[in-house]
């Protein structure tokens, strides 16, 4: 009897999930607690017909059928049953859907909040095509535990996957101990150190060479935001000093030579402790430059730039509207035209490896906390919704890359770097069923009016291109289609990330060459 309740029941649930689209928060209600208790896992059998299925090795004309949020076969031709949801992608391209290294979603920041959290923001992700990001966790205090539980809560909500990486933010014996603990149980594989920030977040050099060969024992990568922090608080002082208040005053005290130095320096200790280094939001040719000749040398090191890096320039900061200019703040700053284009042709020739958003919104309330004072501006611009639209305009409609390195520089080489391929980044058996319908001919408009974010202003306001996101399928389910946005607050899962990704092969064999190099200690006489 127990057994007819429970079958009952099922078919119940099936029969709601195929006829109801109530199962989902429709888009109208995204940012309220609308009542979408339906459980998620509710499972969807999806074939894609027709499509040219494109991974980063290869792409090919095949259709791809998905069971239980899982791809089970990727072929031509593929015969199902009627009770199946076919989608046609003929002509158009399916490709794995966009992993965003580079978040920060409800974090804490200069005396506010971003507007975005783990809903809104992933939400806009899934309208543009990316099914996975990474954010970061700010530890409480200096406790990477306690940072970590209160992302945890954070995430509640979450309708897409995530991971997290961790910042560091001070040294002792604790933090020590407690990164083997984020490595061992907790699933994080990597550790940012701000060498900007002075007062806050920042790190000096000594905290930074503990903090690497901790990451070099656990098998972490890592990160680091590459700026001179003590060089920076030297410029904004005297910005204040010359009267320059506004978001001009933002640019002109951190220039690019304050990165390039500081990526040089992050990349010289990382070389001398042997250790991978993962430089984000690479914004200068200053460091990119130097990201290239660590690179050329044999060294291991990943460059990230972000979307508003390669293809804004930073004469929005002098417009005479405070309120437009101080939209456009980050760190480090949008570098002046020239920037963009060289790391655009970086990209396209594997100097730079993948591209994020340090997605940071902050609403034009927000951002008004700096009205006479440019150092209080809270930093961060968007990206999530726009990032795999951007692109590929940018990059593949204009004939810099191809199609498989599009999915390698969106998708892929975040997920090897992180080490969660081939369950992530690949249309393959087995891999999660995480995928994009796009469709090359199709145009898309960015706007302020239709983005699916809390903030009121876009940074690529008005810009149209080639190249639509037309169907996302996120864990199996499909959450936008004909323009439409259906998701399930706490769908989305916490994603798991094991240390030593391919970055970390053959460090032990380098480190055995140069302690047999040394001819040392001599043995000397003490007469």
């Known amino acids: ?48 017909k027709g499509g040219t299925v494109v991974n980063a090795h290869h792409k090919e004309v095949a259709d791809v059928y998905i069971e239980d949020g899982t791809i089970v076969a990727v072929q031509p031709n593929i015969k199902v049953g009627d009770d199946i949801k076919v989608i046609d992608a003929t002509g158009k391209l399916v490709m794995p859907g966009g992993i965003d290294p580079h978040t920060h979603l409800a974090m804490e920041f200069m005396g506010s909040e971003t507007i975005d959290d783990f809903f809104s923001g992933q939400a806009a992700a899934l309208a543009g095509g990316t099914t996975m990001h990474i954010d970061f966790v700010i530890p409480v205090n200096g406790s990477l535990s306690a940072g970590y539980e209160a992302y945890v809560e954070k995430a509640k909500r979450s309708c897409m996957d995530y991971g997290f990486h961790m910042a560091i933010t001070k040294w002792n014996e604790t933090v020590s101990e407690e990164m083997e603990i984020m490595v061992k149980e907790k699933g994080i594989n990597s550790f940012k150190f701000f060498l900007a920030y002075k007062g806050s977040f920042m790190v000096n050099d000594e905290l930074l060479m503990e903090g690497l060969k901790k990451c070099k024992s656990l098998g972490a990568l890592a990160m680091v935001h590459a700026e001179n922090g003590d060089a920076v608080f030297e410029g904004q002082k005297r910005m204040i000093e010359l009267g320059i208040t506004g978001p001009e005053g933002h640019a002109l005290s951190r220039p690019p030579v304050l990165e390039g130095e500081a990526t040089a320096r992050a990349i010289r200790l990382a070389s001398f402790v042997n250790t991978p280094l993962y430089v984000v939001h690479v914004m200068s040719i200053d460091a990119m430059e130097e990201i290239a000749r660590a690179r050329k040398s044999g060294q291991r090191v990943v460059g990230e730039p972000v979307v508003s890096g390669l293809l804004l320039n930073d004469s929005v900061l002098w417009d005479p509207d405070f309120h437009f200019a101080a939209r456009y703040i980050m760190s480090p700053p949008i570098r002046e035209a020239g920037h963009g284009t060289a790391l655009q042709a970086a990209l396209a020739t594997g100097i730079l490896q993948l591209v994020g958003t340090d997605h940071c919104t902050f609403n034009s309330t927000q951002k008004a906390l700096g009205i006479g004072d440019f150092r209080k501006i809270p930093n961060g611009v968007n990206g999530m919704e726009e990032r795999m639209h951007l692109v590929w305009d940018t990059m593949v409609a204009s004939g810099q890359i191809s ?25 393959l058996v087995g891999s999660d069923a995480d995928i994009i319908i796009l469709n090359p001919n199709s145009s898309f408009e960015i706007s302020s009016k239709s983005h699916h974010y809390r903030t009121d202003t876009n940074v690529y306001e008005g810009w149209r291109g080639k190249g639509k996101v037309e169907v996302t399928i996120a864990g199996g389910r499909v959450v936008w289609e004909n ?18 990704s391919y970055l970390f092969d053959g460090i032990d064999k380098a480190d055995a060459k140069y302690f047999s190099s040394l001819r040392a200690p001599v043995k000397r006489s003490m007469t």
Do not use: W
């Not at 999915?407 to 090897?416: D, N």
């Not at 770097?417 to 369950?423: D, E, G, K, L, S």
């Not at 323009?483 to 030593?500: H, N, R, W």
């Open 403 to 427: 199609v498989t390195d599009y999915v390698r520089i969106t998708s892929t080489e975040c997920a090897r770097i992180f080490n969660i391929y081939p369950r992530k980044g690949a249309l």
């Open 483 to 500: 323009d439409e946005l259906k998701v399930i607050p706490g769908a989305g899962k916490y994603i798991e990330m094991p240390p030593f």
């Open 1 to 48: 009897m127990e057994f007819l309740i429970h079958l009952v029941s099922l078919l119940a649930l099936f029969s709601v999930s195929e006829s109801n689209n109530n199962q989902f928060c429709d888009a109208t209600n995204i940012y309220g607690d609308s009542g979408c208790n339906v459980p998620s896992s509710v499972s969807s059998k999806i074939l894609i």
